[in-house]
Antibody, heavy 120, light 111 residues
Framework: EVQLVESGGGLVQPGGSLRLSCAAS????????MYWIRQAPGKELVWVSR????????TYADSVKGRFTISRDTSKNTLYLQMNSLRAEDTAVYFC?????????????WGQGTPVTVSS | HSALTQPASVSGSPGQSLTISCTGT?????????VSWYQRSPGKAPKLIIY???ERPSGVSNRFSGSKSGDTASLTISGLQTEDEADYYC???????????FGGGTKLTVL
């Protein structure tokens, strides 16, 4: 089955760290740009980060630059998001998504999301 | 960059057609052919229904169509069905720095 399954979310104190995982199955993981997108309660979807399939440098939203790192383990078909120095405003459901090659902002497969709460 | 602007809610009756607008700026929707739309039902992952302004992924009903004029993109749903009740989000490429902008979402109610 073609799917993405996120895990690793939870409650963390401000300043803390979390690592989110996104397990991909049913498709050639290495051939697609992969993304993290988040949605805070009652707010719009917000793009967080992109990992390029061709090895070009990853990109990040200004709000997370320097604090979050996207990576992948192709042997495990898994995408990661290492989140450091977490802030209350990082509280959101985090989705991983697959991009259609050659078509910007076309996210054709999403996971169910993993919730992250940053609170003391 | 601010989020793209969508109406908070729209409603229609079964069988009707309706259009959801998504307004951006000269830096995003007006400048690129990369606009996508997503359907999100409660408890489900977002689903891509339109990309590249007016392209439908395989398996998406042809009742969904997209268009763009200037800085405004539109999603039209024809022959409304109760199963279309969901939140709809637009998305636009916004250049290499900002990269991606989403709209605030529109709640569709089928009366």
């Amino acid at each position: 089955e073609v799917q993405l399954v996120e895990s690793g979310g939870g409650l963390v104190q401000p300043g803390g760290s979390l690592r989110l995982s996104c397990a991909a199955s049913g498709f050639p993981f290495i051939s697609h740009n992969m993304y993290w997108i988040r949605q805070a309660p009652g707010k719009e979807l917000v793009w967080v980060s992109r990992l390029n399939s061709d090895g070009r440098p990853s990109t990040y939203a200004d709000s997370v630059k320097g604090r979050f790192t996207i990576s992948r383990d192709t042997s495990k078909n898994t995408l990661y998001l290492q989140m450091n120095s977490l802030r209350a405003e990082d509280t959101a459901v985090y989705f991983c998504a697959r991009g259609i090659e050659g078509h910007a902002v076309a996210f054709d497969l999403w996971g169910q999301g993993t919730p992250v709460t940053v609170s003391s | 960059h601010s989020a793209l602007t969508q109406p908070a809610s729209v409603s229609g009756s079964p069988g009707q057609s309706l259009t959801i607008s998504c307004t951006g700026t000269s830096s995003d929707i007006a400048s690129y052919k990369y606009v996508s739309w997503y359907q999100r039902s409660p408890g489900k992952a977002p689903k891509l229904i339109i990309y590249d302004v007016n392209e439908r992924p395989s398996g998406v009903s042809n009742r969904f169509s997209g268009s763009k004029s200037g800085d405004t993109a539109s999603l039209t749903i024809s022959g409304l069905q109760t199963e279309d009740e969901a939140d709809y989000y637009c998305c636009s490429y916004a250049g290499s720095d900002t990269y991606v902008l989403f709209g605030g979402g529109t709640k569709l109610t089928v009366l």
